[in-house]
């Protein structure tokens, strides 16, 4: 029989919440994933209704005995401790407390994006460089924290037992970029870097990887102070493809409203599409679950949000038009705009599922 996936319903692994915010004290979000309690292990919390961060946090960085060090995607910055601001991960979901434009502003809307990996993990040595780390071997996530040795070449264990396709580092002690390794940025991923908080081409340089493709095992990491500074301590977040699951690929636009047709083998719940081959366009984020053009639930998913950017629902102006069709095999773009499809440009993307395409049963899904 076909193995068409390992996972049958991807909400045990991904969920994406959202909540309106009632400026309480010790608030508890709770998760309403099709596969039971959802405990995160990292969480990207966007206010949809204003100008704010994304607020990244995750289990492997601990604070108080709770998840409450704060980093923002689309800025340099350091964490910080937002402990009066955001409780910690619970059984099935996590805390926010008072009225934080970032976590809980008084009738604002909000979205949670989660990923589960297992629990707060364990100290690992499988690499040049020792890691804490917490890993899903089957939804091929994980998280993992490391103290940086400064020497070029040094490794990292990652603990998916595949090539990972996508992982991403920030510097927890510093102001510095986060930096992206994606499988299909160029013919040659292992000698290119992309930013997760800025809107740069991509770049070429050996002091993200040592110009060094990562092993089933191992990443390795080059001389760049952003990964790789003596002393100080870092976060990263690291995934495999799962057939049905998850897909980093990349595609070419045309610059036409009938876009090009992206397969994924699965219903997307969320896609995130970056141009690497120019400059000037941030990383677009739509999901199933917030309105957009065709309303909620529905295609098109008009409403754009910016990992790379504070900006709120992009539902007016010139990012109306990003228009992503969600469909049961991928998503397809339906928009001429630059930001998703300029014309003969590289674009990257990374996708979790609503849905396999066909269960393990053989069963195919249903479209939108």
């Known amino acids: ?118 629990g707060s993990g364990g100290a690992q040595t499988d690499g ?23 020497t070029a070449g040094n490794t990292l264990g990652h603990g998916l037992g595949v090539v990972p396709g996508l992982y991403i580092i920030k510097n927890r002690d510093e102001a510095d970029n986060w930096r992206v390794y994606h499988h299909k940025n160029t013919s040659a991923p292992e000698t290119e870097f992309l930013g997760l908080n800025v809107t740069n081409a991509t770049e070429d340089d050996a002091g993200m990887t040592n110009d060094t493709a990562p092993t089933t095992s191992l990443i390795t990491l080059g001389s760049m102070v952003e990964l790789n500074t ?42 995130c599409v970056k141009l690497t081959s120019a400059s000037g366009e941030a990383w677009n984020v739509v999901d199933n679950k917030r309105a957009g053009g065709g309303g909620a639930g529905g295609n098109p998913n008009g409403n754009i949000l910016l990992w790379s950017g504070n900006d709120a629902d992009y539902a007016s102006g010139s990012y109306q038009y990003a228009y992503v069709d969600m469909l049961s095999n991928g998503f397809k773009i339906r928009t001429s705009a630059n930001q998703m499809n300029k014309s003969g440009q590289t674009f990257v993307f990374m996708a979790w599922a609503e849905a396999p395409f066909v269960n393990s049963n053989g069963v195919p899904c249903n479209a939108r």
């Open 1 to 118: 029989m076909a193995v068409y996936t390992t996972i049958d319903d991807p909400s045990a692994y991904f969920h994406i919440q959202l909540f309106t915010g009632d400026d309480n004290a010790d608030r508890l979000i709770t998760n309403d994933a099709n596969a039971g309690d959802f405990r995160p292990d990292l969480l990207i919390l966007k206010n949809r209704s204003s100008v704010s961060s994304h607020g990244t946090f995750d289990s492997s960085r601990l604070a108080s005995s709770e998840s409450t060090l704060i980093l923002r995607t689309n800025g340099s910055g350091a964490e910080e401790d937002k402990v009066d601001r955001f409780g910690g991960f619970e059984t099935d979901g996590f805390t926010v407390d008072g009225n934080d434009a970032d976590t809980n502003a008084d009738g604002d809307l909000f979205v949670a994006w989660q990923w589960k990996a297992n």
């Open 230 to 271: 003596s002393g100080e301590d870092y976060v990263m977040y690291a995934w495999g493809e799962v057939q049905g699951f998850s897909k980093f690929g990349s595609y070419t636009g045309n610059a036409n409203a009938d876009g090009p047709f992206i397969y994924t083998g699965f219903k997307p719940a969320l896609v």
């Open 128 to 150: 040049d460089i020792d890691t804490v780390r917490s890993t899903n071997t089957t939804s091929l996530f994980t998280v993992a924290t490391y103290t940086a040795s400064g």
